[in-house]
Each structure stands twice: as structure tokens, then as C-alpha cells.
Nanobody
Framework: QVQLVESGGGLVQAGGSLRLSCAAS????????LGWFRQAPGKEREFVAT????????YYADSVKGRFTISRDNAKNTALLQMSSLRPEDTAAYYC?????????????????WGQGTQVTVSS
């Protein structure tokens, strides 16, 4: 079992920055791939970014590439999502997630463990 807890969401003006954190406990964190997803009201959950167990491989959705950075600190059992140049369309609940097999995926159904989410609101 893996428990994931997100934090760091809030209200920010367009062009601003936020850093989201995902604290993990349970199974060995350093063996897990991790992903960030987001879901806006009335929309499906969508992929944002993913990172492998060592942090050496990352993938991003085209919509956030160049603005968001995913990273991890295995010593602290924490994953981060640094978000810059935020836009109103980035407004959503953001979730971190981990697949049971440690792989890297962009599809929500491949992820077994989910946090409760943290709200990000970007005002224009």
C-alpha cells in the first residue's frame, strides 16, 4: 500500500507560480514511478507529468511543457511539481498518483494509488 498526500495548492494570478508537494508513505517510495494529473470541473482527469523512480526520466503533457517541472527527493519521500507561468486554464484539482508496477504512464487507469488532491486556481 502507498499513501499519498498533496499540498501546496492555492489561488494565484495568471503568470504566477506555485509548487505542489506529494508526500508518500507505505511501500518503498524510491521504487515507484510517480505521476501528476489534474481535473477541472466537468472535465476528465488529464495527465500532467510523470517521473521515474530515480528522477532520470520525465514526461510532460504538451500543455505544460516548458512551464512545469516534476522532481522528486527519495530521501524525503516527496515529489514536487513546480508550476510557472500559470494560466487560467491550469485551474483544476491536482493529484499525485503511483502505479503498482513502478512504471511510467500517462493514462489514469494505470495508476493504483492516488492522493486526495489539492486545488489550484489561477485568476486572470
Amino acid at each position: 500500500q502507498v499513501q499519498l498526500v498533496e499540498s501546496g495548492g492555492g489561488l494565484v494570478q495568471a503568470g504566477g507560480s506555485l509548487r505542489l508537494s506529494c508526500a508518500a508513505s507505505g511501500r518503498t517510495f524510491s521504487k515507484l514511478g510517480l505521476g501528476w494529473f489534474r481535473q477541472a470541473p466537468g472535465k476528465e482527469r488529464e495527465f500532467v507529468a510523470t517521473i521515474n523512480w530515480s528522477g532520470s526520466t520525465t514526461y510532460y503533457a504538451d500543455s505544460v511543457k516548458g512551464r512545469f517541472t516534476i522532481s522528486r527527493d527519495n530521501a524525503k519521500n516527496t515529489a514536487l511539481l513546480q508550476m510557472s507561468s500559470l494560466r487560467p486554464e491550469d485551474t483544476a484539482a491536482y493529484y499525485c498518483a503511483a502505479p503498482a508496477d513502478g512504471g511510467l504512464y500517462s493514462i489514469p487507469s494505470r495508476y493504483t494509488y492516488w492522493g486526495q488532491g489539492t486545488q489550484v486556481t489561477v485568476s486572470s
